[in-house]
């Protein structure tokens, strides 16, 4: 039998974003590097015959060394194993990489200068494509080579999938599908994909959550190939840290105090389910997302704030928990359409937010193009340019919505007097 541990963007020398200000001090331990060193312990635990890098190893292509002295401790204990390590270059490291491979003597660099570049590792063949300069426009895949005996040969490569005109090795699902090989193990996009046999093709996914969007596990694959059975994948989750969306339905909640116990109920299920599985991370952070038909709209707002700011980590099962963010996707307990009936103030607003819904409306665009003139202008304001924030139409009309509907709800407030 011959195994492989496949990891994807680790991005050395990045810290995790959007932790608890509680969980500061523990950020290195939750972060990329902890990451990094339990894959390694992993595959030595394994036995592997080689462990393989899809490229984006480190966060930033110029400081040599940010990541050398933890990739080369992973990297040489794995040597000491008799565990090859072979990485191929993604977009951030087209620079650090190669330098590393040169004084890094276990860590071996596949297809430099652009080239495919084929290595055996046990019964099986890696073939792999570094970037050679941080900007790539065409597909290497146009000149892939043939390999000896594509059934039992690993593509491993980081690229831009089904991105036409993507300055980051675009190439498209037909073009990997058709290209001859048993494997196709991608980096670049942090999502891990769905990676199955018989023939596993996809993105490995980041190898822990670099950003509290990254939600799900995270981890390195391990890819197993014998004669009888051919080949087999399994994801193992690994990362210390990791961020989860909990769904809480409101609607049968009376007042806003108790989405505080129905979080902890719900991150309570979660945990019991997490605690079944072979790997728990260290460090949860929720998203929580509330749904259903709110009985307190009015006093959402201030809700959410507290639970963010105020909130501190809690303990389930051996893992700490903490609320990262909250967001409102619930329903309204009026009827819009009866509102925008009427000519004052509310039913005004109630029919805009009714346009912005209709794409077809005639008034549609022109209401999104006056906000996107004044989002633009402040957009614009030196203070903001860093955010460099595309205004999009989707993400305008959310906007959009979400604030006439948060003043509609205070105005409707007002004319009934209470609640
Ligand atoms: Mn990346």
């Known amino acids: 039998m011959t195994s492989l541990l496949a990891i994807g963007d680790i991005h050395l020398g990045r810290t995790p974003a959007a932790l608890h200000a509680d969980l500061a001090a523990r950020a290195g331990q939750l972060g990329p590097k902890a990451a990094w060193s339990r894959a390694v312990t992993e595959a030595i635990n394994h036995q592997v015959d080689a462990v393989l890098l899809a490229g984006d190893v480190v966060e930033r292509s110029r400081d040599l060394l940010v990541a050398y002295g933890d990739l080369k401790s992973g990297v040489e204990k794995l040597a000491t194993a008799g565990i090859p390590v072979l990485a191929v270059a993604g977009n951030h490291d087209t620079l650090v990489l190669p330098r590393l491979a040169r004084e890094i003597e276990a860590l071996q660099l596949l297809g430099a200068e652009g080239r495919w570049q084929e290595r055996s590792v046990g019964k099986l063949s890696v073939i792999g494509w570094s970037f050679p300069r941080p900007q790539v426009r065409h597909s290497p895949l146009k000149d892939f080579p043939q390999p000896g005996e594509p059934e039992r040969t690993i593509g491993l490569l980081h690229c831009d999938r089904d991105q036409a005109g993507s300055a980051y090795a675009p190439v498209s699902s037909a073009e990997l599908r058709s290209a001859p090989t048993a494997a196709w193990l991608l980096g670049h996009i942090h999502q891990p994909d769905r990676l199955e046999a018989p023939r596993p093709m996809g993105y490995l996914g980041s190898l822990s959550a670099l950003r509290a969007s990254e939600t799900g596990p995270r981890g390195p694959w ?3 190939w014998d004669e009888a059975t051919g080949l087999a994948i399994e994801h193992l989750p690994l990362a210390p840290l990791r961020y989860e969306v909990l769904s809480i339905d409101v609607s049968d909640l009376h007042q806003p105090e108790q989405i505080a116990e129905a979080s902890l109920a719900a991150t309570r299920k979660l945990a019991s389910a997490l605690a079944d599985q072979a790997f728990q991370p260290d460090v949860v952070g929720l998203r929580l997302c509330l749904t259903g038909t709110c009985r307190f709209p009015r006093q959402l707002p201030a809700l959410i704030d507290q639970l963010v700011t105020e909130s501190r980590p809690w303990k ?14 619930t329903t309204l307990d009026f009827d819009l359409h009866a509102v925008a009936g009427g000519s004052d103030p509310c039913a005004l607003l109630a029919q805009r937010v009714l346009i912005l819904r209709d794409c077809s409306h005639e008034q549609h665009q022109a209401l999104l193009d006056q906000a996107r003139n004044r989002m633009a202008r402040i957009a614009g304001l030196r203070e903001f340019q860093p955010l460099d924030l595309e205004i999009d139409d989707a993400r305008l ?23």
């Open 222 to 224: 391990l890819l197993t």
């Open 316 to 329: 389930e099962h051996d893992m700490l928990f903490f609320i990262q963010k909250v967001s409102v996707e």
């Open 397 to 419: 009309r959310k906007w959009l919505e979400h604030a006439g509907l948060r003043a509609l709800l205070e105005l409707l407030g007002q004319r009934r007097g209470a609640s």
